[in-house]
């Protein structure tokens, strides 16, 4: 039995889960989350682990690995650090036996990545450092338009003319959406717009990974946002692609999921190896 | 034995990194009225005699990250690598003004050239191109490069104004044989134990070595070895990577932190091979010239500075480090435009492919700024041997 934790440290929100593994059967024991919000992220992390240790009844010692990801290299207790790729290709599969793609939409940037039916990364491709395929972007034209963000996807998906918006850059989208303010163009077509927007770029980056069927994961922050689930899936099929696209409750918890998963998993292998000081 | 912590060592060795006025060099000059500073560039020039003339070689790696080159670009075209242009900026704007000689060795064209344009540039200094053989035969090379040194060695005299001796030069090898020694022990202590030898203390370590008189240095790894040891890390699970190609210009320090970061302790590398060209220790009794030459010829590290015509020894010292440092990948590191690193590549590669030992190749210059696609690149890597290697 292996017991371990994974730690996603994004930019806007940390995640943390806490695993026990037994013969390729895990067990999800604790979660927590918080957004960031200018907090000391090291503080946030030391909480979360308390946080999931308490509510497993776990003592710090019993815990076998301890594995970050994200922007989490920096921190000083972990065992080890895996790539967000890495992570979040084994949490889309533990959420999605059938995934064989993810689509990860964080805060800063989305990233289409293809998998196997273990969870290894085939192939990957991330948007530029333009901002207008994230969460932050969406955030920002939430405030601009006086909305919640949990209202954003179910007002897309209300929307019956979508308005056009610019997909290559964050800074022209921004201003379009203030122009479609000031021309009264109902909130509800314009968040459509973004998200059709979104979905084009983020649909681009899985076929140029040659991902055109299966499953496809949604995980990071904006996999819970319905309404981009639905323009990719709607523009998937325009496409005459042959891709499902998936969601799940728990995609926000992807990476933290996939860290602690290969952790456990990483523990064994180096117990095997007879090389647990690595991992000390 | 010191009680210096390893913040302190490391914090001293930085200062001397990012001085690029070279405050301790020109402190050890101003010292003694008379002293003399000799400049070289890398790969290897044996220093042994330099610092028998009473002289202090000082190692000029370029300009590094943060350093603007506007004059050096004038010099050389656009598909030229970086050192050579933030050399000639550090030289025109007056930060080399206390070094009295520059020795450039025959690494490749590139630097070639440099000593040319040096020798235009400055004709009050002393200027030597250290022409190396490439023939490692006693009789061709080791006659030809007994002459190099003699040459040396007599220009020297000439600058310093005084004889240099055979015990002069021998009582010069004994200390850089012990500087060797703790060289390699610091590379041994850091392949042990990378979790208390992180590379970027080490490298900082090293280039305090380019800087400070070689007893200072050895003195200086020594404390650096005590405190190190002393000191609890946490370990953490990484892959063990050999990192080879940066024997010239420099990756900036944060491309060193980025690929620990992202998962990969570097076990071994050829930062600065002027410390650990020769393998051996070379013999302090006898002709020095003549020991010199032989260590050259027969017991020097394998770079692509160095011809190979044994296609089937070509890359057996990568080999042989990636064996001895039960390294669990290569990761092939050329500046942009390098033609002995990027000539080379392909050969290496064909021996690493065949003993299906994982690698990825990136290129860098010595002040890129972009870190993200290395930390991406390597912590794929690293994933990718954790998870589905052997490691």
Redesign the interface.
């Known amino acids: 039995m292996t017991t371990s934790i994974g730690i996603d440290v994004g930019s806007g929100v940390i995640k943390t889960a806490l695993f026990r593994v037994e013969n390729d059967q895990s067990e999800w024991l604790a979660r927590w989350d918080a957004r960031i919000r200018q907090r000391d992220s090291f503080k946030l992390v030391e909480e979360s682990v308390e946080y999931v240790l308490e509510k497993a009844g776990l003592k710090r010692s019993e815990i076998d690995y301890i594995a970050t990801t994200g922007e989490g290299e920096s921190i000083k207790d972990s065992t080890g650090h895996f790539y967000t790729m890495t992570t979040h290709a084994r949490g889309a599969l533990y959420l999605n036996p059938e995934a064989r793609a993810v689509l990860d939409v964080g805060a800063l940037n989305g990233r289409a990545i293809a998998i196997d039916g273990r969870g290894k990364v085939l192939n990957y491709r991330m948007t530029s450092q333009c901002a207008s395929g994230s969460g932050q972007f969406l955030e920002n034209i939430a405030r601009y338009l006086g909305i919640a963000q949990d209202e954003i996807g179910g007002l897309s998906v209300q929307s019956t003319n979508p308005e056009k918006v610019s997909s290559i850059c964050a800074v022209l989208a921004e201003t379009d959406v203030i122009n479609m303010v000031s021309r009264s163009i109902p909130p509800s077509d314009i968040l459509r717009g973004i998200h059709e927007s979104m979905a084009d770029r983020l649909i681009k980056l899985l076929k140029s990974i040659d991902v055109t069927g299966g499953v496809v994961m949604m995980t990071g922050g904006l996999a819970l946002d319905i309404g981009l689930v639905k323009a990719i899936q709607d523009g998937m099929d325009k496409q005459k692609m042959v891709t499902k696209v998936a969601t799940h409750p728990d995609s926000l918890f992807a990476g933290a999921i996939g860290a602690a998963l290969w952790g456990a998993f990483r523990h064994d292998k180096l117990q095997s190896l007879g090389q647990l000081r690595k991992a000390s | 034995m010191s009680t210096k912590t390893v913040k302190d060592i490391v914090a001293n060795c930085q200062e001397i990194f990012e001085d690029l006025d070279f405050r301790r060099a020109r402190e050890w000059k101003a010292a003694v009225p008379g002293r003399k500073v000799i400049g070289y560039m890398p790969v290897y020039v044996p220093r042994e005699i330099v610092h028998a003339a009473g002289m202090l070689p000082l190692g000029i790696l370029g300009g590094g990250a943060d350093m603007e080159v506007i004059h050096g670009d004038a010099y050389y075209q656009s598909y030229i690598c970086r050192i050579p242009r933030s050399t000639i900026e550090l030289a025109i704007t007056g930060k080399l003004d206390f070094v009295d000689g520059m020795m450039f060795p025959s690494i490749c064209d590139v630097i070639r050239n440099l000593s040319g344009i040096w020798q235009l540039l400055f004709k009050d200094k002393y200027v030597r191109y250290f022409d190396a053989p490439q023939n490692f035969k006693d009789e061709v090379g080791g006659v030809f490069y007994a002459n190099e040194l003699r040459e040396l060695k007599e220009g020297l005299e000439q600058l310093g104004g005084r004889k240099i001796t055979d015990a002069d030069i021998n009582n010069s090898i004994d200390l850089y044989n012990e500087n060797r020694r703790w060289v390699n022990r610091v590379y041994d202590f850091r392949s042990d134990y990378p979790w208390k030898a992180p590379s970027a203390e080490v490298y900082l370590l090293m280039r305090a070595g380019m800087v400070l008189p070689v007893e200072e240095h050895t003195r200086l790894m020594q404390e650096y070895l005590a405190a190190a040891d002393a000191e609890s890390r ?5 892959c063990r990577v050999v990192l080879t190609g940066a024997f010239c210009e420099q990756p900036p320090l944060n491309l060193i932190k980025s690929l620990e ?3 990969c302790y570097i076990v071994d590398d050829d930062f600065m091979m002027v410390n650990r060209w020769l393998q051996r220790d070379v013999p302090a009794t006898g002709d020095p010239i003549d020991n010199l030459v032989k260590a050259f010829l027969h017991h020097s590290a394998e770079t692509p500075a160095k011809y190979e015509d044994d296609i089937n020894v070509k890359g057996a010292y990568l080999l042989n480090t990636i064996a001895k440092r039960g390294a669990d990948g290569v990761i092939f590191a050329a500046p942009s435009f390098c033609d002995p690193a990027l000539l080379d590549q392909p050969m290496l590669i064909s021996r690493v492919e065949a003993r299906k030992i994982p690698y990825i190749t990136m290129q860098y210059a010595e002040n890129s700024g972009q870190m993200q696609p290395i ?2 690149q390597a ?2 890597f ?3 041997i ?3 290697g052997a ?1």
């Open positions: 946490p370990v953490k699970d990484n970061m992202a998962g930390r991406e912590g794929t690293a994933d990718s954790k998870l589905w490691a």
